[in-house]
């Protein structure tokens, strides 16, 4: 009902109906508006979950998202698609850059990011709801070719442009960068340098 001044009070709307549009979103992957809906209203905080409470938390891991152009160098500003729904979103990952050294972007949208200062860890990071990952180990350079991140355990996967092989990491990693797995010369000079990894039903593609 309209209070004295005639304004409904959205705090009044029934959980379960707060329920099933916050699942409207996350059945879209929008993920982003996920986000803003839970922060309208304390209420609404109280009956959907934090996103941020689990980085690996699968209901809130960017699945449909690609990179669709970046300005990292100029103002740290990204450009984000919804390959599901056409939507995109500009993101400024500008304060992070100040800490972090970009190393490339996962199939999804999720980001891959490297301590600026040592021993260099490797972070995880959803720009859709600010969670982050930590990893023990550095990274092993400061810029990949190509990245992709798996779940069930989250691992890292980087390929160098320079010496055409695919390092790997999980949270079991240690901090030294010579924990990370490698496979050199998977890609021979005639080949060219890898240039896409892709994870699908718990297996990597490249």
């Excluded at 980001?111 to 600010?130: A, I, M, S, W």
């Amino acid at each position: 009902q309209p209070d004295m001044a005639g304004y409904c009070s959205i705090s009044i709307l029934p959980d379960d109906l707060i329920w099933e549009i916050s699942q409207c979103f996350l059945a879209t992957n929008d993920l982003d508006a996920y986000v803003d809906f839970r922060a309208a209203c304390r209420d609404w905080r109280r009956v959907i979950p934090n996103p941020r409470a689990d980085a690996k938390d699968p209901k809130f891991i960017p699945t449909k998202w690609i990179m669709a152009r970046h300005s990292l160098f100029e103002d740290g500003k990204v450009t984000f698609v919804n390959l599901s729904t056409g939507r995109s979103i500009c993101k400024d990952i500008s304060l992070l850059l100040g800490r972090y050294f970009f190393i490339g972007v996962a199939a999804g949208g999720l980001l891959v990011l490297g301590e600026q200062k040592h021993p260099y860890q490797t972070r995880v990071v959803n720009p859709f709801t600010g969670a982050m990952v930590h990893f023990e180990a550095g990274i092993p350079w400061d810029k990949g070719e190509a990245v992709a991140v798996t779940l069930s355990p989250m691992r890292v996967f980087a390929s160098s442009p320079q010496r055409n092989s695919v390092r790997w990491i999980d949270e079991t990693t240690e901090e030294s960068m010579s924990g990370w797995g490698f496979h050199d010369k998977w890609f021979g000079a005639s080949q060219g340098c890898l240039v896409g990894m892709t994870p699908f039903a718990g297996d990597l593609y490249t």
